[in-house]
């Protein structure tokens, strides 16, 4: 079966950001810089520095991102295009999660139980990146 694995896209916050999910989530960051792959030896310093990929197991799944490199034509637009989308294994990591990356974030949903039986709720990170996130009650 095929897995699906979230890529996201920044205007050169990558390392922080998933830092700051690291500091949330757990796992095991790796991040490749820009500086280091072939044919890059023209970029400015700056753009050296900035995330060519970073990956971040997540239980099954990883997140995935890099920054955008204008000098090379790649231009981040933000939208509300995407989500990611996290299943927590109680209540209480959902709660300590949603908290979390809500710090300097944005609310659009509170945590609350939901009409179709799920611990729900969603927000948009000091990033701009959207979250939901979703505990099922029935599965637990």
Not at 8 to 23: D, H, I, M, P, V
Request: some cysteine; proline content about 4%; aromatic content about 10%.
């Amino acid at each position: 079966m095929a897995t699906i694995n979230p890529y996201l896209n920044f205007n050169g916050t990558t390392e922080a950001a998933f830092t700051f999910y690291q500091s949330i989530l757990g796992g095991q960051l790796n991040i490749m810089k820009m500086g280091g792959a072939p044919g890059t030896e023209n970029l400015s310093e700056a753009d050296k520095n900035l995330v060519m990929h970073a990956s971040l197991p997540i239980g099954n799944n990883v997140l995935m991102a890099s920054d955008c490199v204008e000098s090379m034509g790649h231009k981040l637009v933000p939208g509300n295009y995407a989500y990611v989308s996290l299943s927590p294994d109680s209540r209480e990591e959902a709660d300590r999660i949603f908290n979390a990356l809500a710090d300097g974030g944005e609310v659009e949903m509170p945590l609350a139980d939901m009409f179709w039986g799920d611990y729900f709720g969603s927000l948009k990170d000091k990033f701009g990146i959207l979250w939901m996130i979703n505990f099922n009650n029935a599965s637990h």
